[in-house]
């Protein structure tokens, strides 16, 4: 825990995190699922309408819904834990102890952001300096409260409470919340946030995260951290092979590792048109015997393909950088037996239908 | 019946149903902006009005004409100041220092605990009084001190 | 910062009160009244005048004239500050170039022309149509005017024609002596009763009934 937490304060994850191709990455590994994203949630908004509608205009509420899954699908960042930069304004001793306690001066101007507000402090001894980043935060919640965050922090982050929590595997609600009360640059954020993802990681609890916005963060630090065994070991179980790729290449990318790109370009285009297709074309499209022939089996014929090619490289990457090897091969092997299954069903059905 | 429905309009203050009222927010006073009258000539001054309760001061800093009382209606609310110490040992200031400026620059006067607490947050030279306070707990703690050893 | 004034109760109130409340006071909380004279134990007691420090004196007066002119540089730079602002910032009003003022009045002007052709067009038009229908109203009742002559006019005539035809039995100078002679010759009764029969007798004088009948007859 310790050693993880330094790792955060001296390297910057900040511009690893932000750049382009580990957010796609991290996009694709969150899975888009509608049903997850838009499902009930114990809050007082909760209705369902009921329409009449054109295929045309359900068409056009998917497209919708599916851009407004992506706005909620929006991660929250990993960037450095801030250090306190307090710079001393002025130095008089003929102030000192002028009174026996501290003044907090805030500048309530309107129309300042929340971390350029000017809050400063006079000390009993004179000194007018700055404020720490923790000041900083209780004066801004109290003067300009940000909803639902206290000024105290709430006794689930506690230890024994948090732990009570991650044991019923209540997993979202406390990044959620954890989101709400700390801002990314804080210690705090960093610490609940492993703590949360080493218990998923424990716990094997991945699906839970699947889906919501913090599947990506935690996929990062896992990446990070070099312990994806148990995540790809999940994905290759959920037959989401070409997510275990992508977690792969991720962890490749976070720790400077060499490997062959061309794989990510493969699965990319496999993947925006299978995408393109799902949000378009949506049920109804026409249904062909092609596509019937694939739903009973579960896969279509370049599926088989994709598949082939991530096993070998999920293959190169158990025999190189694996920490869970024999798992990690025995998983392999039961995946690779089930698919190969699969596909002989799929043969023969098409060989019956006289599809070539 | 015609009378009372115009009193009760005048009395109930109009409020937008959409932005929630705090349970805590003052029903009697005038609101801290922005109802005051005043001469475009006469004397304006920054100062503190008292507010909180029994054994529980609490200050706004306010625009006000100097010769009305504190509790009239302000032109303006531009600070507050709480003089009890919180659980952090902190005493809360805030100033919005570009209508302070503002009306300093309108020529408005400064009333003294305000100059004060101005020098305290480095916005005004330090008071006087500031350092005098300063010099004079100085010495009494010396004192003390000084009895202790004894 | 309150006096307390403690107030014995009177005697007489006391005793009976301290059967049932043992130690009853009243104490009213305030400051003893401007117009109270000075108490009798105070008349001749000099206040003691506070000590000054001479030297805390100086350092306070020196800092306060420290602090005078600086408050007074602060207050200039910043009444400056806010008055060059003011004239820079364009927030509540609008800087405007001769030039500028000169094209708005134009294309004010030109608004202001535009919009009275339109006005003068849509009166014009107005003004037409009322002329049209003052014009179909008074035709309406100039017919009206004809045809209510003409009426009046065959109503005249009728009227001319009545008399023309009732002038033959008018009894004029030449056959006035015919007519007497014609009237004495037929004197007529209208005088009638009813019997109980229900009959009807004619004649005041006559109870024949035949002549009499004769006798209206000829009437």
Known sequence: ?356 | MANFAKLSRISVPSRNPKIPVSPYAPINLPPASGIGKYWRLSAKAIRLARHGCTNRPFYHVVVMERRKNQHQPVIEQVGTYDPMPNEHDEKLLSFNFERIRFWIGKGAHISQPVAELLGISGFYPIHPRTYMNAWRNRQKAAEVETKVTE | MFQTIIKPINIAVQTKITNTLACVQCVQYHRKPRWFPVAKSKMFRIPERPKKNIDEYNELQRLHKNYNTQVRLVRKFIMNDVRQKQEISSADHVIVTPEEQVADMQRCAELNNAWNASIAENRKQRLEKARAQKHREILARLELKIRQDEIARKAAEEAVRLEKSLAKTFILKHNLDEAIEYALANPSDYNFCINLDGEILHGRTSTNNEKDSAVTAAN
């Open chain 1, 1 to 356: 825990m310790v050693r993880i937490l330094h790792i955060w304060l001296y390297k910057d994850p900040a511009p690893k995190f932000i750049d382009a191709e580990t957010q796609k990455l991290l996009k694709s590994i969150t899975r888009l699922q509608l049903d997850k994203i838009f499902r009930n949630r114990p809050n007082p908004i909760n209705t369902v309408e009921y329409k009449f509608m054109t295929t045309e205009e359900i068409e056009n509420e998917v497209k919708k819904a599916f851009t407004k899954a992506r706005e909620l699908l929006q991660m929250p960042p990993i960037v450095q834990v801030e250090q306190a930069n307090c710079q001393v304004i002025s130095k008089d001793p003929g102030l000192d102890s002028y009174s026996n306690c501290k003044y907090v001066i805030t500048d309530i101007t309107y129309g300042v952001n929340d971390s350029e507000r000017t809050i400063v402090v006079r000390q009993t001894d004179g000194t007018l300096e700055t404020a720490d980043p923790k000041l900083r935060k209780r004066i801004n919640q109290i003067y300009f409260p940000l909803q639902n965050r206290h000024i105290r922090d709430p006794r689930m982050f506690e230890e024994e409470n948090l732990r009570g929590c991650l044991d019923r595997h209540e997993y979202e609600f406390v990044l959620d919340r954890m989101c709400i009360q700390f801002e990314p640059f804080e210690q705090k954020f960093h610490e609940i946030s492993s703590k949360v993802y080493l218990h998923i990681n424990e716990t094997k609890e991945f699906d839970i995260l699947r889906s919501t916005r913090h599947f990506g963060p935690m996929s990062f630090f896992l990446a990070w951290h070099k312990m994806i065994d148990d995540l790809v070991i999940d994905m290759i179980k959920r037959d989401y092979l070409t997510n275990a790729v992508e977690v792969i290449c991720l962890m490749y990318n976070l720790n400077g590792i060499e490997y062959d790109k061309g794989i990510l370009k493969q699965l990319e285009q496999f993947t925006s048109s299978f995408e393109s297709r799902e949000e378009n074309g949506f049920a109804i499209a026409k249904k062909g015997l092609e596509k019937e022939l694939n739903e009973t089996v579960g896969k279509s014929i370049e599926q088989f393909k994709i598949d082939e090619a991530s096993l070998e490289f999920i293959d190169a990457f158990c025999k190189s950088h694996a920490i869970k090897k024999i798992q990690l091969t025995l998983c392999l092997q039961m995946y690779k037996e089930g698919n190969e299954e699969k596909k002989r069903l799929l043969e023969g059905l098409r060989k019956a239908h006289g599809v070539s």
